[in-house]
């Protein structure tokens, strides 16, 4: 099947970013052993909430919108929009990870 | 017997201990009761089958292992690997397996012999190559496997699967319930392919690099002990073979030519003077021995055997395979077999003989797609029978096509029955062959076609003395016009079928008439219709005939869910899906899938309605009425909810819907697109998508319709005054969108509720409707309401995931409604029936609640909700009341 690209919004997600790390291993852990043909998480970007929350952006790819939906209830990950990739345009290589 | 040799049996199983773990962990939970199916996929030659003979060989003692093999004909037995199973068993399973019986009754009689004797390990080998209705028992099998003390291993290949693979259909279901695991076996890797290499002196890294670490590859090169490494299987193979003295290489080609697995009785037909040199094959590691009878080590080997026999040889083998198969020692003889052996040996005759009576047979049991092929198979020899018997064959394959929804193929067929009719001046059997033209055409929409032959057929069968097949031709017309919303014409025909099929005592079509005639007259918003029908159809299910009980189901379904009358739908929906499904229809269970998916989305339930519509998207089926449903609905919950591909699915619906004149298929399309349009603030573009469809349904007078599409006119700006509108939406034109809000409440559609509220001019109503689609996580309706209130100088509160924070363990209200039934002892498969899901949708919810609970098991769930108050009434109604 066909993989999209998509952004993933979920603002506010987690009251703290611990709770943030067990939601990361449960979405690596269905994403790569429950719908491995269907989801694919590429990278995330960890977002300041205020008052020690956190939310993501998500880059995944995926068949279908209704396959990310899929992959963030088994997961229990929120899910505040689905924005279809239509480009990708790299102009520097990420850089390295701040710690949380 | 010999003894496979160490080389294959290592190489084919080095670094297998997490494969074998999955297996062995599947085991354990079987043994405490809980069944499990593992899903083992990998490329051919990768080690499947010696992966799992060594598990079940470690196992055997303890356990009871039955195997069953699929093969790779090109149009395998009908429940070829149960049949090795019942044989093997022998007693109730036996006689319904060779009894003809449907998957429903092949399945309890499986699951009924796996409980007999536990813990059970039941082995379907290389399912790529199985046939249809293996592949339905399988499924069924699945969903009550949680309950059955047995581990159930199927293997298949993934690397040559095509889209329109039956299998992808299973492996789609599978996908991800909580007894089913797939385990991907692995090739092997640079170390492992070295451990190999190293006593034969073989250079490791060229091994490596020619093999990708495919173990079978890697076994016949290292096994053909060469100078040189060969560069493709084949010829690793054949080299393999080469160093066999010419005796049992003769025994090979026999078992080449033979099947994956050669009775013994059969190679003494096939080689009868070679078949002394038996342990020499086993020796060279070629050959293995299987339960009375012999096969290749590997189906690649066996295929490259195949292949490079001179064609005289294999000619001659297939000859001599034909005649022994013909006359079996024991048991019938195997009708699809003799068809592969008689089309090999090009002797028209056998497979004359043998495909149409195959045929027969596969068809008895479900297997439909075999069937057609092999009318198929007869039809390529058929060039020397008389034009009515092959009128016969090609009416036959177009029944068979017809049933699996292979349109193009049915048409075809049925165009050539015509020709042959023709031929032979026989005009019943010429009309007969129109009407069935007339009805497979209007499945891919080509609804003129359709009706130009339902004409012809009537005209013909006019001119004969009038009996059921003229009945039948006014029915077809009647449902004909019927579809078109021609409520006069389609009652007409209809009265004339049923006054015809009185006079000749043709009881079942002159009640599928009565069913009819209340269905038109349902669909026109006719009071009082509704009971009616109901009242027909429970008399027409007491004729007991197959085809008018599902038909009776599907006119109910379709009726109610015109009539929004939810429960009556949701009733027929589920009976006619169990219906059908016994009976091997798929067809109809596409027509049935496609009411669920929309009345799904109807009640608010929009992942199982995008679930619904997954199922039937992921048939290739060209029927395009479904199809055209399941796009509508996925686009429809894409936009409601915000998410990305809303045109790409209505489009496709679009260009299915536009052109087939049919209100079914139109209105609902221009209305999701309106809709879809309106929720990108395009009010043009939603007048404009149901400019058409509005017309024809004020000029075709269909209430329900006219209403639908005035509303989200009159939403996007239109000024129109409507007649003849079905309720709700009347309320919402006359402009009380609070009374329509109730109506839609009393009929289960939330959505639609809310969207009533959100017309209402006043604060109050457009906190209720916000709240509403916040709940409905409605993202783009949202929106607009808020802008509403805004309007208003209304404070909007943020938050849209507040619905799931308000409950300590984060559920959402589905999800305790899963809960509340897990926490009573219900069983997935009735959780499933009672709340309308599938079932692998309540895997989901299940899944998701005990990792929000935290907690391993149901029972352990059922406590933790007893503990935080999860389930306690008043709570649920003060969440309800939010």
């Known amino acids: 099947m066909r993989l999209n690209t998509y952004v993933i919004l979920r603002r506010s997600g987690w009251r703290s970013p611990e709770d943030l790390g067990a939601a990361a291993e449960r979405s690596r852990k269905v994403g790569d052993e429950e719908m491995p043909d269907d989801v694919r998480w590429i990278r995330s970007y960890v977002l300041e909430e205020g008052g020690g929350s956190v939310g993501t952006v998500c880059i995944y790819q995926a068949t279908s919108p209704e396959a990310i939906r899929r992959h963030a209830s088994m997961a229990d990950l929120p899910v505040d929009e689905i924005v279809a990739v239509a480009d990708t345009v790299i102009v520097r290589p990420d850089p390295a990870p701040v710690a949380a | ?882």
């Open chain 2, 1 to 882: 017997m010999g003894v496979a040799p160490p080389l294959a049996e290592t190489a084919a199983l080095l670094e297998r201990e997490r494969e074998l773990e999955a297996l062995t962990e599947g085991l354990g939970a079987a043994e405490a009761g809980h069944g499990r199916l593992v899903l083992l996929h990998g490329e051919a030659g990768v080690g499947k089958t010696a992966l799992v003979r060594r598990f079940c060989e470690e196992h055997a003692a303890a356990n009871r292992v039955l195997v069953g093999v699929c093969e790779p004909l090109f149009t395998p037995r009908p429940l070829g690997p149960l049949l090795d199973v019942a044989t093997e068993v022998g007693g109730e399973l036996e006689n319904t397996v060779r009894t003809a019986a449907g998957s429903h009754e092949v399945t309890a009689a499986l699951v009924r012999e796996l409980e007999s004797r536990v813990p059970a390990i039941l082995v379907v080998e290389d399912a790529h190559w199985a046939d249809e209705a293996t592949l339905d028992v399988l499924k069924l099998l699945s969903r009550q496997l949680e309950t059955v003390p047995a581990l159930v291993v199927v293997t298949h290949r993934d690397d040559e699967l095509e889209v329109t693979h039956p299998l992808r259909h299973l492996l789609g279901h599978l996908v991800s319930g909580r007894a089913i695991r797939r385990v991907a076996v692995a090739r092997l890797s640079p170390d492992a392919v070295t451990t190999l290499a190293t006593p034969y002196g073989v250079d490791p890294d060229e091994l490596y690099r020619k093999t990708g670490g495919n173990p079978f590859f890697v076994t016949e090169i290292l096994g053909a002990r060469g100078d040189e490494i060969p560069a493709t299987v084949r010829d690793a193979v054949l080299a393999r073979a080469a160093r066999l003295s010419p005796r049992p290489r003769a025994l090979l080609e026999a078992v080449a030519v033979a099947r994956s697995d050669a009775e013994l009785w059969l190679l003494e037909a096939l080689a009868p003077d070679e078949l002394g040199t038996l342990d020499e094959c086993f020796a060279s590691g070629m050959l293995v021995p299987r339960a009375g009878a012999v096969g290749f080590r590997h189906e690649l080997a066996r295929l490259t055997m195949e292949e490079s026999l001179a064609p005289d040889r294999r000619l001659a083998l297939h000859r001599l395979a034909l005649a022994a198969l013909a006359e079996p020692p024991v048991g019938a003889a195997d009708l699809a077999r003799l068809a592969h052996h008689a089309e090999a040996v090009g002797d028209a005759d056998a497979v004359l003989r043998y495909a149409p009576a195959a045929g027969e047979r596969a068809a008895e049991v479900g297997a439909h797609r075999e069937a057609a092929r092999q009318y198929a198979r007869a039809l390529q020899f058929a060039g020397s029978l008389g034009a009515d018997a092959r009128g016969e064959l090609h009416r036959r394959r177009a029944a068979e096509c017809y049933l699996t929804d292979q349109h193009e193929d049915a048409i075809e067929a049925a165009h050539a029955a015509i020709a042959c009719y023709r031929e032979l001046g026989d005009r019943l059997g010429e009309g007969r062959s129109i009407l069935f033209l007339s009805r497979i055409a209007w499945c891919p929409g080509l609804t003129a076609e359709a009706e130009e032959a339902g004409r012809e057929a009537v005209a013909i069968l006019e001119e004969l003395p009038p009996g059921r097949d003229l009945a039948e031709a006014y029915a077809n017309l009647g449902t004909l016009l019927r579809d078109r919303d021609d409520r006069a014409g389609a009652i007409e025909w209809a009265t004339r079928s049923r006054q015809l099929a009185d006079e000749i005592g043709a009881s079942t079509v002159a009640c599928g008439q009565v069913i009819g005639i209340a269905l038109t007259e349902v669909l026109h918003g006719a009071p009082g219709g509704m009971k009616q029908l109901q009242n027909e159809v429970e008399q027409a299910q007491a004729l007991g005939s197959d085809d008018l009980v599902a038909w009776g189901h599907l006119s109910l379904g379709r009726a109610a869910m015109r009539a929004r009358r939810y429960g009556i739908a949701r009733e027929a929906i589920d009976a006619g899906l169990e219906h059908v499904g016994e009976q091997g229809y798929i067809l109809w269970t596409l027509y049935f899938l496609s009411y669920r998916a929309r009345l799904e989305l109807d009640q608010g339930l929009w992942t199982d309605a995008v679930d619904t519509a997954g199922m039937i998207l992921s048939e290739r089926w060209i029927s395009t009425l479904p199809r055209t449903v399941a796009l509508t609905v996925l686009g429809l919950v894409r936009a409601r909810r915000g998410d990305p591909g809303v045109w790409e699915a209505l489009d496709r619906a679009r260009a299915l819907a536009d052109g087939t004149g049919e209100l079914d298929r139109i209105a609902p399309v221009a209305v999701a697109r309106a809709e879809a349009a309106w929720l990108e603030g395009r009010d043009d573009a939603a007048l404009e998508a149901t400019d058409a469809a509005y017309e024809l349904a004020l000029a075709r007078g269909v209430p329900r319709f006219v209403g639908e599409l005035a509303v989200w006119r009159r939403r996007a700006g239109a000024r129109e005054s409507v007649r003849g509108a079905a309720e709700p939406h009347a309320r919402e034109l006359d402009g009380q969108w609070e009374r329509a809000a109730d109506l839609w409440d009393e009929l289960g559609c939330p959505y639609e509720a809310a969207l009533a509220l959100a017309d209402v001019d006043n604060v109050r109503p457009l906190r209720a409707a916000l709240e509403r689609l916040g709940e409905l996580e409605a993202r783009p309706a949202s929106t607009i309401v808020a802008r509403r209130l805004r309007r208003h100088g209304a404070r909007i509160p943020r938050g849209p995931r507040s619905a799931t924070r308000e409950n300590p363990a984060g559920l959402t209200p589905r999800e305790l409604e899963v809960l509340a039934l897990v926490a009573r002892g219900l069983r997935n498969a009735d959780i499933a029936g009672q709340l309308v899901l599938s079932p692998r949708t309540v895997d989901h919810h299940i899944g998701a609640i005990l990792r929000k609970l935290g907690v391993r098991s149901r029972g352990e769930a059922a406590a933790a909700a007893a503990r935080l108050h999860l389930l306690e009434p008043e709570d649920r109604e003060a969440r309800r009341q939010r």
